[in-house]
């Protein structure tokens, strides 16, 4: 049976001590750093720690210096791939001030992740403290670039060094935090993807709706083929008849029609529930348009691409936001969506959602937590 500390409940929240880096970098290198920042390979001075023991619970709680791991080769996240991630970013606003998009949000989905995992379930509480923390302490390295933010990503690992298959005693969680540019050099760009018929990325009843690594890693291969195709990106198909469109590698997916309705794959515990999806949605129903969640057949994709029903297509995620999807290739050869470009609509959803999260437009849904 799961422990009460297990679930996050028993033990009260530790606060957090802050461990400045004793070798921070100045401030001349860091904005060398930030002229051109790319994606994921600027971090900052410091991270967010936190330790989980079945003990302890949540303890040991620091924003310290960013630093190599030192860690034990039987600890069981290397073998048993135990672990768990998040990815949200933080914003400079249109009125110099700091906010982070739809934190929460992320906090229940790190939640609904360990649970699957067998992992502790870390507070809502502790979760946005460790990110609001590290925010405020690494505010300079937000970038001023066209697309820049702090990237933040949280993640849990099983760190009991033990050679047997159960969920681990021990557990560290981190926050780290990358400075990043435009997912894509000069603006969005349409995209083509490769329809993998070969792979699935998950099956009813796995891990498919959580944010763990093994996802991923088991991504690679079909990411790999769609390269060799001569495309970007690699779409999944369900496991079980490999007939309905899932989701990108890393991103949920979007098909709009020249009725001016959108349609997104449901969530049936195969795909990541996606906070950019949801906003979608949320944004696309709040300027009347009809959003459905249905399945949606690479053939049926194939037919309305060919008739010109489907008039557009985009995928959606943290990293890149929106990103135009224009010609799809598999197995049975390729064809274009619409011009092959970005669509109108597709444009105005990514206007309207980086709009919002740069404090540029109005937020009536509340997803922006300021930082102070």
Excluded at 218 to 233: M, Y
Aim: a negative charge; one cysteine or more.
């Amino acid at each position: 049976m799961q422990s009460a500390s297990l679930a996050g409940e028993s033990l009260p929240s530790p606060s957090f001590r802050f461990e400045p880096s004793a070798a921070p970098v100045t401030a001349s290198e860091r904005a060398a750093q930030l002229v051109d920042p790319g994606f994921g390979k600027v971090f900052t001075d410091h991270m967010a720690l936190i330790r989980w023991s079945e003990s302890d619970g949540w303890h040991d709680a620091a924003i310290t210096a960013r630093r190599p791991l030192t860690i034990d080769p039987s600890m069981a996240v290397l073998h048993y791939a135990q672990e768990i991630f998040e990815g949200l970013k933080a914003y400079r606003t249109a009125n110099g001030g700091t906010v982070m998009f739809r934190p929460e949000a992320n906090a229940k989905r790190f939640r609904d992740s360990a649970r699957r995992l067998a992992m502790p379930e870390l507070p809502d509480e502790l979760f946005l403290e460790s990110c609001r923390l590290l925010v405020k302490t690494e505010a300079d390295w937000i970038p001023t670039v066209e697309g820049g933010a702090l990237y933040l990503r949280p993640f849990m690992i099983a760190s009991e060094a033990f050679l047997g298959v159960k969920p681990s005693a021990e557990y560290l969680y981190m926050v780290i935090a990358s400075s990043v540019g435009a997912y894509w050099k000069g603006g969005a760009r349409a995209i083509s993807v490769w329809v993998s018929e070969t792979y699935a990325r998950a099956a009813a009843g796995g891990t498919g709706a959580a944010k763990c690594g093994g996802n991923y890693a088991a991504s690679l291969v079909a990411q790999a083929e769609g390269i060799r195709e001569g495309c970007d990106q690699v779409v999944f198909l369900d496991a079980a008849e490999r007939r309905w469109v899932e989701e990108l590698g890393g991103m949920n997916i979007f098909f709009v029609f020249d009725d001016g309705t959108l349609l997104t794959p449901p969530l049936t515990g195969t795909i990541l529930p996606g906070i950019t999806r949801d906003s979608i949605i949320q944004l696309a129903r709040d300027q009347g348009l009809a959003v459905r969640e249905e399945l949606y057949s690479f053939e049926q994709w194939r037919a309305d691409a060919g008739s010109g029903r489907l008039t557009e297509a985009f995928a959606c995620g943290t990293a890149a936001v929106v990103t135009p999807i224009g010609q799809v290739a598999s197995a049975h050869g390729r064809f274009t969506i619409g011009s092959g470009g970005t669509g109108q609509l597709t444009q105005r959803m990514l206007d309207s959602l980086t709009a919002i999260q740069r404090g540029q437009a109005p937020d009536p849904h509340g997803w922006l937590s300021p930082v102070a």
